[in-house]
């Protein structure tokens, strides 16, 4: 049997005097709508993913909003005006906020011949680092970067050809058609990279690739504030009834270490922190404390002859802040909780086993120092946090530390049915591949092949009913 503590699927929370007495002033959320205990906020506007959880001090609020100034901050190329130093040499994007609009996911391509934004390619070779993850290419790294410090007017500033690109990539789709029981077909869509005007030699026929899409970022801190045990628990539970949820341990930069992974696509980054400094060398360029080399394989000489912006170009202070933001960051409440085909869509969904991956309520540690507020805090993001097996056709041919090539993470389910709001995009899964919640549960393969033909057995009622409870969360 399932604990019921960590699997129940009900919405009723344990919240503390303090948070108890805050959510009983008008205007709060309903207590069945809580969807991060007191990290909820009653939003679903278009910034509903990027407000302060409502138990901060006003000195946790300025630091808030000091973070807030580093994810919309602009980086520039020395010795431009108008944003930070430190740009490039190569890069994706010229600031966090392009990739995670509004805190919300990204996009994919519209048409072939448009680059993918707000998403990333991933690369590597056969073989590990020196620390299990994943080789890098020799010629490109870890992450094609298909940006330089050439050619647009505003990163060129009149100066010549600087820094190439890598090259260019695009993304076209390879679609096949999927039948319900009831008749009703749908087409399924999957990526297929295509890469030109490479600057630094042929990929190599044994090149791995993964295209990945730029995830919502809010409420990441109630999931780094779940104890460890509790993760390992879950995966023992579901060994007990022939699941096989399992962690990703992956290399601590900052501590010097293994850890459990719990933020990426296949769980590869240990905590918010090295993923924003993670992030800001792979995606924008920008060296850190913690990784204060700038992304130039030897082969780019442009690249490497590039003077810095500083040393290192991201200093601890904003890094701190920008770490405190994502934490603090508020969790939007459940909405139509009481509606009647919410809650047997809820049923649905609980009867189709998708809660064993997709756990409905976790608690937060009885301390977490980096944000005390955040500790005891009952929420409900539907994550394990574990890897799963999603099958052959999920998979993208390149291990992660302990991830296979077919196993991911169980996406945090909150806050999808205000994503079209918030940032325009109703993409989801690693790659984009899915258009809406109906073609990404017809993707799961694998360990959620039964949930996946429960859900295309089901009468189109009954599958709008579980839809309608997903986009409640």
Request: with cysteine.
């Amino acid at each position: 049997m399932l604990s019921t503590r960590v699997f129940a699927a009900g919405a009723a929370v344990a919240l503390c005097c303090g948070a108890a007495a805050i959510f009983a002033l008008a205007g709060e959320p309903a207590p069945d709508t809580l969807s991060a205990g007191a990290f909820t906020i009653d939003r679903a506007d278009a910034d509903a993913f990027i407000q302060p959880a409502p138990v901060l001090t006003y000195a946790q609020r300025n630091v808030f909003m000091r973070g807030r100034v580093q994810f919309n901050q602009k980086w520039v190329v020395f010795p431009s005006l108008g944003g930070d130093w430190g740009l490039g040499p190569t890069f994706v994007a010229d600031r966090c906020v392009q990739c995670h609009v509004k805190g919300g996911r990204g996009s994919p391509p519209s048409a072939a011949n448009e680059q993918p934004f707000a998403m990333v390619v991933r690369l590597s070779i056969p073989g590990t680092d020196e620390h299990g993850g994943p080789r890098p290419h020799p010629a490109y790294g870890d992450q094609f970067q298909n940006q330089g410090l050439q050619g647009k007017d505003e990163y060129n500033h009149g100066k010549g050809d600087r820094v190439p690109p890598e090259g260019d990539v695009y993304v076209d789709w390879i679609e096949h058609e999927v039948t319900f029981t009831d008749g009703e077909k749908v087409r399924l869509r999957a990526p297929r990279l295509r890469f030109e005007n490479l600057n630094f030699g042929p990929l190599g026929s044994d090149i791995m690739t993964s295209l990945r899409l730029a995830p919502p970022i809010f409420g990441l801190g109630l999931l780094e504030a779940i104890p460890e045990e509790t993760i390992l628990q879950i995966a023992r539970q579901q060994a007990q009834i022939g699941f096989k949820g399992s962690p990703n341990y992956v290399w601590d930069a900052i501590h010097q270490r293994v850890a459990l992974g719990r933020f990426g696509w296949k769980s590869n980054q240990p905590s918010v922190k090295q993923q924003i400094a993670a992030a800001y060398l792979g995606d924008i360029g920008v060296t850190s404390p913690l990784f204060p080399d700038e992304n130039c394989p030897p082969v780019q000489q442009a690249c490497r002859l590039q003077p810095p912006g500083n040393t290192p170009e991201l200093v601890q202070q904003n890094w701190d802040e920008i770490e405190f933001w994502t934490l603090a960051l508020a969790v939007p409440a459940r909405r139509n909780t009481e509606d009647a085909d919410v809650r047997r869509g809820e049923v649905l969904f609980r009867d189709a086993k998708c809660t064993v991956c997709h756990v409905p309520t976790l608690t937060t540690a009885k301390q977490f120092p980096k944000l005390e507020q955040l500790g005891e805090q009952t929420f409900h993001a539907y994550t394990d946090l574990l890897l799963h097996d999603m099958g052959d056709e999920m998979s993208d041919g390149r291990q992660d530390f302990q991830a296979s090539a077919r196993e991911w993470r169980t996406s945090p389910l909150w806050g999808l049915g205000l994503s079209q709001a918030v940032s325009g995009s109703t993409a989801m899964l690693h790659d984009g591949r899915a258009r809406n919640l109906t073609e990404a549960i017809l993707w799961h393969g694998g360990e959620a092949s039964a949930s996946r033909e429960a859900f295309r057995s089901m009468d189109r009622v009954d599958r709008q009913r579980l839809l309608k409870f997903l986009e409640s969360i």
